[in-house]
């Protein structure tokens, strides 16, 4: 498991966090497809807190993409780099999230967020933060639609209906199994929404949740119990 600091200049306060949201925000990519559902690998991050030992790990899972099987896994572990405020949640995970990607033996593919790309209240999530910062390709796939609205897609896994922000489309409300709640897939960087929706869908074969999501969940909270033990 790799140690972090707090990077040396990283944002304290509320108006410096949105200052840097504004700045990297110009650089997201939106009109690349990124790559094909079912190549190469792709790679799950998740994280987990315990904020009374001012811990933050996080997780990175490499899956091949065609089979689902792990290719390669990394931890990080580090202090909490950031308070909770809605909206700015990825200045408390990025720097945990980035040491375990570099950790990874392999090159991680496509990257899947547990949250929110473009589907944020500044258009710009987890996944366009952490798009930007690698250059990798990246999408949201989130449990909740945040305070976006959409309308109740089509029952069998597969539908899906927009998810707005008045009349624009942020992402997309997507069924990934019959009759079950939908999840939210927003474009992070370097990807389509088509393409982040057509990536869900192949990571879902069994369950709600994306296997990346699945797989990385489980392992940062193992390794928080590790490393509060």
């Known amino acids: 498991m790799t140690t972090v600091d707090i990077p040396a200049g990283w944002p304290a ?10 700045e990297l925000r110009e650089r997201v990519v939106t009109d690349e497809p990124g790559p094909p559902p079912r190549t190469r690998h792709v790679t799950g991050v998740d994280v987990a807190y315990d904020d009374e030992r001012d811990v933050v790990v996080a997780a990175a899972v490499v899956l091949d993409a065609a089979s689902l099987t792990v290719v390669a896994e990394a ?11 809605p909206g700015l949640l990825a200045f408390r995970e ?17 990257v899947v967020c547990d949250g929110y790309g473009l589907a944020h209240p500044r258009r710009f ?10 250059g990798l ?17 089509g029952t069998p896994r597969g539908s899906a209906s927009p ?35 057509a990536h869900t869908l192949a990571l879902t074969p069994e369950f709600r949740l994306p296997e990346t999501t699945r797989r990385a969940d489980a392992l940062c909270r193992r390794a928080l119990r590790e490393a509060t033990a």
Do not use: M, W
């Open 13 to 22: 306060t509320e108006d410096q966090a949105r200052a840097v949201q504004d």
């Open 94 to 110: 990025i720097p945990t999230v980035l040491a375990a990607l570099e950790a990874l033996p392999v090159p991680p593919g496509l």
């Open 125 to 134: 999530g987890l996944a366009s933060h952490l798009g930007v910062l690698t």
């Open 75 to 85: 931890t990080a572990v580090g202090r909490v780099s950031f308070p909770y405020v």
């Open 137 to 153: 390709p990246t999408i949201g796939v989130a449990k909740n639609p945040f305070t976006f609205t959409y309308d109740d897609p």
């Open 163 to 197: 998810l707005r922000a008045d009349a624009e489309e942020v992402g997309r409300a997507l069924r990934t199994r019959d009759a079950v709640k939908p999840v939210f897939v927003s474009v992070g960087h370097r990807v389509t929404l088509d393409n982040a929706c």
